[in-house]
């Protein structure tokens, strides 16, 4: 089934607290003790997050009510493609696709809606992260008000472990405050149409030189080891399998500071 909604619904998104706030910190590292994330690739693991896509979407009047209940497209199965679930306490909360995209692998959902922009600059030796599909289950959003983040966090250490130039999101215009207070994003591409939704989102960018330690100051918990960051986004080689669940590594690394 490929769905109606586009990879901008960022549907949990909320306005951050200050980040200066060390309670606020404290509360997202405590809850990260919590969080557990899964690379799903096939099987259960990926029906559960089709289905959690589905579950939020619709509790926001996003899309309309499908008997198969799922929500994925053929970028789901591109070979630069990391789809993953959250978990808290062993109860998915949240999922996030991330593609990595680069002159031998160009795929993306702001790819196919702003590849004139992206395209020649891939073509210079620029690589890009493209998180989309981020989806919460609506039952958990408002006891987990630290979701966004501990969701995000998987495009900062993304961002980190493909050394990419930036990091993109095509969002709705109202949701531009959240990635320019949180990333430090700025809009590079107008607003557009994604496939065939009645909604356009803007191509905004972080650019990761100038912005990640900036924001890696501002928010610690999105700090990752280089350990981590291999479990997360090392494919295995034949014969090998991939890590179940990934724990989360920030606490340690500011503890160690």
Do not use: W
Request: charged residues 25%.
């Amino acid at each position: 089934m490929l769905d109606r909604v586009s990879s901008i619904s960022s549907v949990f998104i909320k306005e951050p607290e200050r980040s200066e706030d060390s309670a606020f910190t404290r509360t997202i590292l405590n809850l990260l003790e919590r969080v557990e994330y899964r690379f799903c690739e096939s099987g259960e693991d990926l029906e559960a997050i089709y289905r959690l896509r589905y579950k939020s979407y619709l509790a926001h009047g996003l899309v309309g009510d499908s008997s198969e209940h799922l929500i994925y497209d053929k970028l789901d199965e591109t070979s630069n493609c990391y789809r993953f679930g959250i978990f808290i306490d062993g109860e998915l909360a949240s999922t996030i696709r991330l593609h990595h995209l680069s002159a031998v692998e160009p795929y993306s959902p702001a790819m196919s809606v702003f590849g004139d922009i992206l395209e020649p600059r891939l073509r210079r030796g620029d690589s890009f992260v493209d998180p989309s599909r981020l989806a919460a289950d609506p039952e958990l959003t408002s006891t987990y008000r630290g979701l966004p983040y501990i969701t995000m966090r998987l495009a900062v250490a993304a961002c980190n472990y493909f050394d990419a130039t930036s990091c993109l999101s095509m969002v709705r215009e109202e949701h531009q405050a959240f990635y320019r207070r949180v990333i430090n994003a700025v809009q590079v591409g107008e607003p557009r149409a994604y496939a065939s939704v009645k909604v356009y989102g803007t191509l905004c960018e972080s650019n990761c030189e100038a912005n990640m330690e900036k924001i890696i100051q501002r928010f610690p918990f999105f700090r990752s080891t280089a350990f981590e960051q291999r479990l997360l986004f090392q494919r295995p080689k034949r014969g090998e399998t991939a890590p179940l669940t990934i724990l989360p590594t920030a606490k340690y690394l500011l503890a160690a500071a």
